[in-house]
């Protein structure tokens, strides 16, 4: 992109007026913008957020309102590239996700987990598998991350990977003494003392519990921790030799090898698609 055409784009944010002032109050101003360079055609793109984001919050009734504003004229809803977000490689690998999707907290979180499971010399099933544990957090949706997570990755890992991934959320709610792992205190935090997991979790942990890959999944919760030592940086490209031996990047690219869960990926690379 060259400097006057990025000279002429918004720095962030959008123009008052962009959208009618209740949509503003709404707080919906910020899932529009002006394109003002080629990348999007000179017209305005609305981002229409998905359903699962607006369920449930005052931004629901907005819907109509969003939908009528593509009556006006070189207005249309954000399809492809959004102009906010780096451009994405033709063929992603996961490096890509984590450097150019993921936010910052989440890759910290991800990036420490999987360190101080190499740290303890654990297996690189156990590595991987806290390294991906919470990318449905990171990229895709936090409810039920664990098995939105499980499913991203099945393809591209080992069966014990995939299912440590997937019962990590089950058994973060459980403690373990005799592994020392205890009940989270950021969930007394995030969830109120008295907070009680629904009995299908509680199923799906005592389950895992006698399952013989417990101990992979256990691990991932003991290494998932959320206090890091702010002085320790740790980069992706530590991990490229776990990644190497433990995720099979397709050559076509995450998003487009044609596998039951390449449209996770697409939903990750364009998360702002009106379809
Ligand atoms: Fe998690
Ligand atoms: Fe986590």
Known sequence: MSESIQAQRPASGVLPHELPASLRAAGLTNWTREPLDDAVDRRRRIIFPPAAALIGTPAIGYQGALLAEVGHPDTVFMMGDNPDLPKMPERPRLQDFFQLRFSKIAIRHLLQSARVARERGLDEKVIIACLLHDIAIAGLLSANHGYWGAQLVAPYVDEEVRWAIEKHEALRYFSDESVGYSYPEAYIDYFGPDYQPPAYVRREYEAARR?????????????????????????????????GRNFRQPRE?????????????RTMIWPNNFL
């Open 253 to 265: 690219g995450l998003g487009f090898d044609g596998s039951p869960v390449a449209h996770m990926w």
């Open 211 to 243: 399952h013989r890959w417990y101990m992979t999944s256990r691990l991932v919760t003991i290494n998932d921790i959320y206090s890091f030592d702010p002085n320790v940086v740790v980069d992706f490209a530590d991990f490229e030799d776990v990644v």
